[in-house]
């Protein structure tokens, strides 16, 4: 079954930044929307960022202004950009797509992945 893959977290001090990436487990697969999301500490998941297959982007309102997110068509991946890092951006990220095409059909429908857990401490 076609999974999504992340990447990319770690432990970044505050002030600093970090790419996250999701991808795929085979590159023939497409999207169209794709998501984050993240969950803190024993807190509720929370959507994060959403973009479109033609680049438009949305995000939540906790993390305007210093998370971006942007994607490259040519592997069907999509980069989780965080800047000015800060303590409550702990947690674990995950990525989501609402559907997963092989051509024009459907293969997969909610799709998450494992998530990439990201730390910020001094």
């Known amino acids: 079954q076609v999974q999504l893959l992340e990447s990319g977290g770690g432990l970044v001090q505050p002030g600093g930044s970090l790419r996250l990436s999701c991808t795929t487990s085979?590159?023939?697969?497409?999207?169209?929307?794709m998501d984050w999301y993240r969950q803190a500490p024993a807190k509720q998941r929370e959507w994060v960022a959403t973009?479109?297959?033609?680049?438009?982007?949305s995000y939540g309102d906790a993390v305007k202004g210093r998370f971006t997110i942007s994607r490259d068509e040519s592997n069907n991946t999509s980069f989780l950009r965080i800047d000015d890092v800060k303590p409550e951006d702990t947690g674990d990220y995950f990525c989501?797509?609402?559907?997963?095409?092989?051509?024009?059909?459907?293969?997969?429908?909610?799709?998450w992945g494992k998530g990439t857990r990201v730390t910020v401490q001094s």
């Open positions: 989501h797509a609402p559907e997963i095409y092989y051509g024009s059909s459907v293969v997969r429908e909610d799709a």
């Open positions: 973009i479109t297959r033609s680049g438009a982007t």
């Open positions: 085979g590159h023939t697969y497409a999207t169209r929307n």
